[in-house]
């Protein structure tokens, strides 16, 4: 039957097979996406919406992702940045610049876009399972608690602490960022391909990518942070210990 369907066309069998292997193809990829639209409208339909947000497609999200710029070459940083961690499970976006006392991204919520710069003059907190957070500008924090996934095309300033605690997702920063203290749990990866400055540098794991030459690791930990801090390994605790002192060093409280 190939054969005189091959013939029928004027072509050879493999170019009729390679016809054949791509339509298919085409069909599983436009039915994923159909699938993936779906999917999306159905969990934003009932996840919380973020105010003066927009419910982006599927479609109109990658648009946004493919059109971001390459990270910058850093030898001395091991990255990656994979755009399809910001699709799924649905994508809400935000047009900046964009000033906030505090921003919360609640557990199972959508992906977040802001279009512009995002200025936090209190905490960014992060929920475990909470959708990614993409800034396509600069970003000011006074302190961000993340345990998922961050990504800043502009500068990053933190005035007070950037805690991170996730071994899956990371935090990028395309240009240059200043932080105060920086706190990594669980081997959370701080990816700040534009180069860094930083007061204090806590790796409680003691080897995580990125930060050779912390100042404190999980050894010590009693002797310069408060005491409630424990292992390290507790978001809500970094969280409370911001809210009442705005800071997690026992020098400092």
């Given at each position: 039957?190939?054969?005189?369907?091959?013939?029928?066309?004027?072509?050879?069998?493999?170019?009729?097979?390679?016809?054949?292997?791509?339509?298919?193809?085409?069909k599983q990829s436009s039915e994923r996406l159909e699938a993936e639209e779906k999917a999306a409208g159905g969990h934003v339909?009932?996840?919380?919406?973020?105010?003066?947000?927009?419910?982006?497609?599927?479609?109109?999200?990658?648009?946004?992702?493919?059109?971001?710029?390459?990270?910058?070459?850093?030898?001395?940083?091991?990255?990656?940045?994979?755009?399809?961690?910001?699709?799924?499970?649905?994508?809400?976006?935000?047009?900046?610049?964009?000033?906030?006392?505090?921003?919360?991204?609640?557990?199972?919520?959508?992906?977040?876009?802001?279009?512009?710069?995002?200025?936090?003059?209190?905490?960014?907190?992060?929920?475990?399972?909470?959708?990614?957070?993409?800034?396509?500008?600069?970003?000011?924090?006074?302190?961000?608690?993340?345990?998922?996934?961050?990504?800043?095309?502009?500068?990053?300033?933190?005035?007070?602490?950037?805690?991170?605690?996730?071994?899956?997702?990371?935090?990028?920063?395309?240009?240059?960022?200043?932080?105060?203290?920086?706190?990594?749990?669980?081997?959370?990866?701080?990816?700040?391909?534009?180069?860094?400055?930083?007061?204090?540098?806590?790796?409680?794991?003691?080897?995580?990518?990125?930060?050779?030459?912390?100042?404190?690791?999980?050894?010590?930990?009693?002797?310069?942070?408060?005491?409630?801090?424990?292992?390290?390994?507790?978001?809500?605790?970094?969280?409370?210990?911001?809210?009442?002192?705005?800071?997690?060093?026992?020098?400092?409280?």
């Amino acid at each position: 039957m190939k054969e005189e369907l091959a013939k029928r066309l004027g072509i050879s069998l493999e170019e009729f097979e390679a016809q054949v292997a791509k339509k298919a193809k085409e069909k599983q990829s436009s039915e994923r996406l159909e699938a993936e639209e779906k999917a999306a409208g159905g969990h934003v339909s009932s996840a919380p919406l973020y105010p003066g947000a927009e419910v982006l497609s599927m479609a109109r999200a990658r648009e946004i992702l493919s059109g971001i710029p390459p990270l910058p070459e850093n030898p001395e940083v091991d990255g990656v940045f994979d755009p399809e961690v910001l699709t799924l499970p649905s994508v809400q976006l935000i047009r900046g610049p964009l000033e906030l006392d505090s921003l919360h991204l609640p557990a199972e919520g959508s992906n977040l876009f802001i279009d512009g710069t995002l200025t936090v003059k209190g905490i960014l907190k992060q929920d475990f399972r909470a959708g990614g957070l993409l800034v396509l500008g600069d970003m000011v924090a006074s302190h961000i608690v993340t345990t998922g996934e961050i990504d800043c095309t502009g500068s990053l300033n933190v005035k007070g602490v950037l805690y991170g605690n996730c071994t899956n997702y990371g935090t990028n920063v395309w240009g240059p960022a200043r932080l105060k203290t920086v706190m990594s749990a669980k081997e959370h990866y701080f990816c700040f391909w534009g180069g860094r400055e930083i007061e204090t540098l806590i790796d409680v794991y003691g080897d995580t990518p990125n930060l050779e030459g912390a100042d404190y690791d999980g050894s010590c930990m009693e002797e310069f942070l408060h005491s409630d801090i424990g292992d390290g390994y507790n978001e809500e605790v970094v969280f409370e210990l911001l809210k009442r002192y705005g800071t997690i060093l026992a020098e400092e409280i």
